[in-house]
């Protein structure tokens, strides 16, 4: 930093967090756990075969205390206010995500380090997406639709710890 550029909390960041409109934050920032569990599978594809099924429960904890509620939140609440085509990414994006999480279920055994590493990039690059085009195109099309749903979004961060602003984890 230079002395020309104010020292604020965004100017300390080379891609400072991105604002989200209030009814969008709690999904926002579970999208951190979400790459938090990215980073924990890709780290297990180079692990034993305990580690990696130690990771496996760790996805199948995440699928059934946060990721099925999520993926539902963001069908019932964007959906109003996306494109069709977009909206039809999600949904495929979500099944494709959950019949690969449930592929885990039926193998019986500690997943290989290939699927491990297929998951993470799904994962991540549905993230990814959701950040960068998609969470932008839903607040530009209906910012005062979104307003509306304020209680879902208080709901969201009542019932999904990941959800919840840091404060209020504490």
Do not use: Y
């Amino acid at each position: 930093m230079n002395d020309s550029t104010p020292d604020t909390p965004e100017s300390r960041f080379v891609n400072p967090p991105l604002k989200r409109h209030p009814t969008l934050q709690p999904l926002s920032r579970e999208h951190f756990g979400g790459l938090v569990l990215v980073r924990r599978l890709r780290e297990a594809a180079d692990a034993d075969e305990p580690a990696r099924q130690a990771t496996v429960g760790l996805l199948r904890e995440a699928w059934e205390g946060e990721l099925k509620g999520h993926f539902a939140d963001e069908e019932s609440l964007l959906g109003p206010h996306l494109k069709d085509s977009d909206m039809a990414r999600l949904i495929e994006e979500h099944r494709a995500l959950e019949r690969h999480i449930k592929m885990a279920d039926s193998a019986g055994c500690a997943p290989s380090a290939e699927w491990l590493r297929e998951t993470a990039t799904m994962l991540e690059e549905h993230i990814r997406w959701e950040e960068r085009e998609l969470f932008p195109a839903a607040e530009r099309a209906g910012a005062e639709g979104l307003d509306k749903m304020a209680h879902e979004a208080d709901r969201i961060e009542r019932e999904r710890p990941g959800a919840r602003r840091r404060q209020d984890t504490r």
